[in-house]
């Protein structure tokens, strides 16, 4: 074998090698960051104004503004629930599946926090 024919394999070699340690590092340095939920989670709120969040993370509890929501769709990858509260806590909550909305009955109050289910 040649030494020219020997020079490009190796480079071609170091190239894969390279690209390989890279990807890998690429992807634990994205899962440090935190899981997303991927997708939106939009709510409408008094004067039916539309609030859209896109790819919230999927850990702790996302306060609704401090009016509260009548309706909810989660078009993202995760289910969610709403709560009545500000904190994500309480009874009375409703479980909405991904690509799902709900609304909220009449006399019912808003929501007003929401968490995934992961």
Same mark, same amino acid.
């Given at each position: ?8 394999? +190796?480079?071609? +070699? %170091?190239?894969?090698?390279? @690209? %390989? ?7 634990? $340095? ?33 306060? %609704? ?6 309706? #909810?769709?989660?078009?993202?990858? #995760? ?10 806590? $309480?009874? @009375? ?7 799902? /909305?709900?609304?909220?009955?009449? /006399?019912?109050?808003?929501? +007003? ?6």
């Amino acid at each position: 074998m040649s030494v020219t024919a020997t020079a490009p394999r +190796r480079r071609r +070699r %170091i190239g894969v090698a390279a @690209g %390989i340690s890279l990807l890998a590092l690429a992807a634990t $340095g994205c899962s440090g960051l935190g899981r997303t939920a991927v997708g939106p989670v939009m709510y409408t709120k008094e004067h039916e104004a539309v609030v859209q969040v896109n790819s919230p993370s999927v850990r702790g509890c996302h306060r %609704i503004t401090s009016a509260g929501a009548h309706e #909810v769709e989660n078009e993202t990858l #995760v289910d969610v629930v709403l709560y009545r509260t500000p904190d994500c806590t $309480g009874s @009375g909550t409703t479980y909405v599946p991904t690509r799902s /909305g709900d609304v909220t009955a009449p /006399g019912s109050g808003p929501w +007003r926090s929401y968490s995934f289910v992961h």
